[in-house]
């Protein structure tokens, strides 16, 4: 039981280039949501998705796009990477259905440097 | 919208020193409050949550937190640091209405100096 999983780990594009992060969780969650972390900013939600086939905007979605795959995997997309999008990238997921699994799970991250 | 702060961004403390770190929340709807805990390199970790009844709830590892509703806050309080106690805390809120989105304060650095 590997929870929520994230490749890759640490990747770094040049401005303009186009990447897809991966997460995966094998939970048999139905909600997931990707993260933003940046120093002295917390967390931000940047897309989540309440179930498979639906995904809905965040706090901050401009410049990503997102994919929920089926039930285990929810990936995020930087079309044209700009260094703004420089950050720590966590995946997480949850089951909300169920009253005592509301807490939230995360993936370990992908650290993204854009140059 | 909900809003949480968390006025300290750092927290220097010596090992076996008593600690609180703060969070406050704004909200006009009932919510859910969460302790998140990220050690160095690692994703986040729920360290404890109120979601109704006892307004004090504990963790596993000897902390604790009080829902305060009349003062908005939900600060987080262990009597005793350790070393392997250094790590970024956040503080969160779900507002009960509205499913599961998480609304993060800006974290609190705890560092555990021997």
């Known amino acids: 039981n590997a929870g929520v999983t994230q490749t890759p780990k640490f990747q770094v594009l040049k401005t ?14 139905n909600s997931m949501y990707w993260y933003r972390q940046d120093p002295g900013m917390g967390l931000r939600l940047i897309y989540y998705s309440a179930s498979e086939g639906t995904t809905d905007k965040g706090e901050v979605p401009n ?34 259905s169920t009253y005592l699994t509301d807490t939230q799970y995360f993936g370990p991250g992908t650290r993204l440097t854009v140059l | 919208a909900q809003s949480v702060t968390q006025l300290d961004s750092q927290v220097p ?58 003062q908005t806050s939900f600060h987080l309080r262990k009597p005793s640091v350790h070393i392997s106690d250094t790590a970024e805390y956040f503080c969160a809120v779900m507002k009960k209405s509205s499913g599961d989105k998480l609304t993060f304060g800006t974290g609190t650095r705890l560092a555990v100096r021997p």
């Not at chain 1, 280039?17 to 939970?27: G, R």
């Not at chain 2, 302790?35 to 590892?61: A, C, D, F, M, R």
């Open chain 1, 16 to 29: 303009g280039q186009s990447m897809t992060l991966q997460c995966a969780q094998d939970m048999n969650h």
């Open chain 1, 63 to 96: 410049g990503y796009n997102v994919s929920r795959l089926n039930k285990r995997e929810f990936s995020l997309r930087l079309e044209s990477a700009a260094p703004s999008q420089t950050s720590v990238y966590f995946c997480a997921s949850s089951d909300p």
């Open chain 2, 13 to 70: 403390v010596f090992e076996e020193a008593p600690v609180e770190l703060r969070c406050n929340y704004s909200s006009s709807v009932s919510v859910y409050l969460f302790w998140y805990v990220q050690y160095p390199n690692q994703g986040l970790q729920l360290l404890l949550k109120y979601l109704s009844g006892s307004t004090l709830v504990e963790s596993i590892n000897g902390f604790e937190a009080e829902f305060n509703k009349s």
